[in-house]
């Protein structure tokens, strides 16, 4: 059960609870605690620092986070429908398993985000920057990524289908055992490509293939004098 907001004495600014949710009607921003189970709808965290917060198998919808610190949050089998995360800061932020449905990353600075074996649909990553990106065997449909900076990108064994990646740095990218359709790599200033067998269905640039050369040629066992 989600626990009640710190909301002035007389309960004028506390959003009405229904059942075992909070629903904010879109009033006022939530100063409470995000929970492990608990149901949010509506809701808006600006400034908060969660570090720590276990909210695994919550339920997040038309959520927002504005310029938090999610540092060790667990939201492992969380369920994100339209949240949006505006400038938040983690060095590790627990996804696991996690639902994501229409969720926004912009301008974030996150350090490793473990969202292997997820679901994620229609997911948009614009700026910022990510250290380590793990979608290790998740399962992603329609995920654009805008103007970031991603160090290391994890599709190992990931099941992809309508990715873009647009003016946006990927310094190592892994699809080792991939299943890639419809992703267009283009846009990607890409340094390191592990598991080049899992770039079949992805498209890349003319340049981007003359970079690969050297990496292709060894994995195919080709020597070039």
């Given at each position: 059960m989600s626990r009640r907001p710190r909301a002035a004495s007389d309960g004028a600014d506390?959003?009405?609870?229904?059942?075992?949710?909070?629903?904010?009607?879109?009033v006022d921003l939530f100063t409470g605690d995000i929970e492990r189970e608990g149901d949010y709808e509506g809701l808006e965290l600006d400034d908060r620092d969660l570090t720590g917060h276990d909210a695994r198998e919550a339920r997040f919808v038309d959520?927002?986070?504005?310029?938090?610190?999610?540092d060790g949050v667990r939201?492992?089998?969380?369920?994100?429908v339209d949240?949006?995360?505006?400038?938040?800061?983690?060095?590790t932020l627990h996804l696991a398993d996690a639902e994501w449905r229409d969720v926004a990353l912009t301008d974030c600075r996150l350090g490793a985000v473990r969202a292997f074996g997820g679901d994620l649909v229609r997911v948009t990553v614009t700026g910022g920057k990510i250290d380590y990106l793990n979608l290790r065997d998740a399962t992603v449909r329609e995920l654009r990524i805008v103007g970031a900076t991603i160090d290391d990108l994890d599709l190992a064994g990931t099941t992809a289908r309508d990715v873009?990646?647009?003016?946006?740095?990927?310094?190592?990218?892994?699809?080792?055992?991939?299943?890639?359709?419809?992703?267009d790599l283009r846009g990607a200033d890409?340094?390191?490509?592990?598991?080049?067998d899992g770039l079949a269905g992805a498209t890349i640039s003319e340049?981007?293939?003359?970079?690969?050369?050297?990496?292709?040629?060894?994995?195919?066992?080709?020597?070039?004098?």
């Open positions: 506390r959003p009405p609870r229904v059942g075992a949710r909070w629903h904010a009607g879109g959520c927002a986070f504005h310029h938090c610190v999610l939201m492992a089998r969380a369920h994100l949240v949006s995360f505006v400038g938040v800061r983690a060095d873009v990646v647009e003016a946006s740095r990927v310094r190592r990218l892994d699809v080792a055992r991939a299943r890639l359709t419809h992703v890409l340094a390191r490509v592990d598991g080049l340049e981007q293939l003359a970079a690969l050369a050297p990496l292709l040629a060894a994995h195919l066992g080709v020597v070039v004098r």
